[in-house]
Protein backbone atom coordinates (compact mmCIF):
# COMPACT_ATOMS: atom_id res chain seq x y z
CA UNK A 1 0.00 0.00 0.00
CA UNK A 2 1.39 3.72 -0.71
CA UNK A 3 0.27 6.39 1.78
CA UNK A 4 -0.12 10.63 0.25
CA UNK A 5 -0.81 12.59 3.84
CA UNK A 6 -1.93 16.34 3.30
CA UNK A 7 -3.12 19.26 5.30
CA UNK A 8 -0.58 20.12 7.31
CA UNK A 9 0.18 24.20 7.69
CA UNK A 10 0.48 27.18 9.53
CA UNK A 11 -1.70 27.79 12.59
CA UNK A 12 -2.31 29.58 15.47
CA UNK A 13 -1.92 28.11 19.06
CA UNK A 14 -5.66 26.93 20.11
CA UNK A 15 -6.51 26.52 16.06
CA UNK A 16 -7.68 23.79 14.46
CA UNK A 17 -5.97 21.46 11.24
CA UNK A 18 -7.39 18.28 9.64
CA UNK A 19 -5.34 16.30 8.26
CA UNK A 20 -5.72 13.30 5.67
CA UNK A 21 -3.93 10.40 4.43
CA UNK A 22 -5.16 8.92 1.24
CA UNK A 23 -4.12 5.21 0.25
CA UNK A 24 -3.73 2.89 -2.59
CA UNK A 25 -4.40 -0.47 -3.15
CA UNK A 26 -7.61 -2.85 -2.86
CA UNK A 27 -7.52 -4.05 1.01
CA UNK A 28 -7.36 -0.79 2.75
CA UNK A 29 -10.53 -1.99 4.92
CA UNK A 30 -7.85 -4.34 6.28
CA UNK A 31 -5.31 -1.94 7.48
CA UNK A 32 -5.00 -0.40 10.52
CA UNK A 33 -3.71 2.96 10.04
CA UNK A 34 -1.80 5.29 12.48
CA UNK A 35 -0.39 8.61 12.70
CA UNK A 36 3.37 9.39 13.79
CA UNK A 37 4.76 12.40 14.13
CA UNK A 38 8.57 13.98 14.45
CA UNK A 39 9.44 16.93 15.93
CA UNK A 40 13.39 18.37 14.87
CA UNK A 41 15.99 17.02 17.10
CA UNK A 42 13.27 14.58 18.29
CA UNK A 43 12.51 10.90 17.75
CA UNK A 44 9.13 9.97 16.04
CA UNK A 45 6.21 9.65 18.43
CA UNK A 46 3.43 7.71 18.37
CA UNK A 47 0.04 9.84 17.63
CA UNK A 48 -2.76 7.60 17.39
CA UNK A 49 -3.84 4.34 15.72
CA UNK A 50 -7.00 3.34 13.79
CA UNK A 51 -7.35 -0.20 14.01
CA UNK A 52 -9.62 -1.75 10.15
CA UNK A 53 -12.29 -2.40 13.22
CA UNK A 54 -12.61 1.03 13.49
CA UNK A 55 -11.01 0.68 17.31
CA UNK A 56 -9.08 3.65 18.65
CA UNK A 57 -6.07 4.28 20.32
CA UNK A 58 -4.28 7.61 21.27
CA UNK A 59 -0.86 8.85 22.69
CA UNK A 60 -1.11 10.05 26.53
CA UNK A 61 -0.03 13.53 24.74
CA UNK A 62 -3.13 13.87 22.16
CA UNK A 63 -5.97 12.48 24.05
CA UNK A 64 -9.17 14.45 23.69
CA UNK A 65 -7.27 16.92 21.51
CA UNK A 66 -6.97 14.81 18.42
CA UNK A 67 -10.01 13.17 16.51
CA UNK A 68 -8.70 9.92 14.20
CA UNK A 69 -11.59 8.41 11.77
CA UNK A 70 -11.59 6.30 8.65
CA UNK A 71 -13.58 5.84 5.42
CA UNK A 72 -12.69 2.63 3.76
CA UNK A 73 -14.61 3.65 0.95
CA UNK A 74 -12.04 6.41 0.06
CA UNK A 75 -9.53 4.93 1.10
CA UNK A 76 -8.53 7.39 3.69
CA UNK A 77 -7.87 8.27 7.14
CA UNK A 78 -8.07 11.60 8.77
CA UNK A 79 -6.78 13.09 12.25
CA UNK A 80 -8.60 15.97 13.29
CA UNK A 81 -6.32 17.97 15.62
CA UNK A 82 -7.79 20.64 17.98
CA UNK A 83 -6.41 22.86 20.85
CA UNK A 84 -3.40 22.84 19.19
CA UNK A 85 -0.53 23.24 20.53
CA UNK A 86 3.28 24.88 19.87
CA UNK A 87 4.56 21.82 20.92
CA UNK A 88 2.34 20.13 18.35
CA UNK A 89 4.89 21.11 15.67
CA UNK A 90 6.43 18.25 13.79
CA UNK A 91 6.21 16.43 10.68
CA UNK A 92 3.22 14.16 10.46
CA UNK A 93 3.41 11.21 8.92
CA UNK A 94 0.65 8.14 8.38
CA UNK A 95 1.82 4.13 8.29
CA UNK A 96 -0.31 1.20 7.54
CA UNK A 97 -0.22 -2.39 9.14
CA UNK A 98 -1.17 -5.17 7.78
CA UNK A 99 -2.18 -8.45 9.97
CA UNK A 100 -1.03 -7.14 13.07
CA UNK A 101 -2.44 -8.27 16.69
CA UNK A 102 -2.90 -5.65 19.77
CA UNK A 103 -3.03 -1.90 20.24
CA UNK A 104 0.12 -0.21 20.30
CA UNK A 105 3.30 1.71 17.95
CA UNK A 106 4.53 -1.38 16.07
CA UNK A 107 4.32 -3.45 13.20
CA UNK A 108 3.85 -0.84 11.27
CA UNK A 109 5.48 -1.13 7.50
CA UNK A 110 4.25 1.30 5.16
CA UNK A 111 4.54 4.99 5.63
CA UNK A 112 3.31 8.16 3.63
CA UNK A 113 6.07 11.12 3.07
CA UNK A 114 4.83 13.04 5.95
CA UNK A 115 3.05 16.87 6.39
CA UNK A 116 4.67 19.57 8.31
CA UNK A 117 2.12 21.43 10.77
CA UNK A 118 3.33 24.20 12.60
CA UNK A 119 1.83 26.13 15.31
CA UNK A 120 2.96 29.18 16.31
CA UNK A 121 2.49 30.75 19.70
Known amino acids: VQLQASGGGLVQAGGSLRLSCVAS????????MGWFRQAPGKEREFVVGIRWSGDTYYGDSVKARFTVSRDNAKKSVYLQMSSLKPEDTAVYYC????????????????WGQGTQVTVSS
Open 25 to 32: GRTFSRYD
Open 95 to 110: AARLGVSGYGDYGYDY
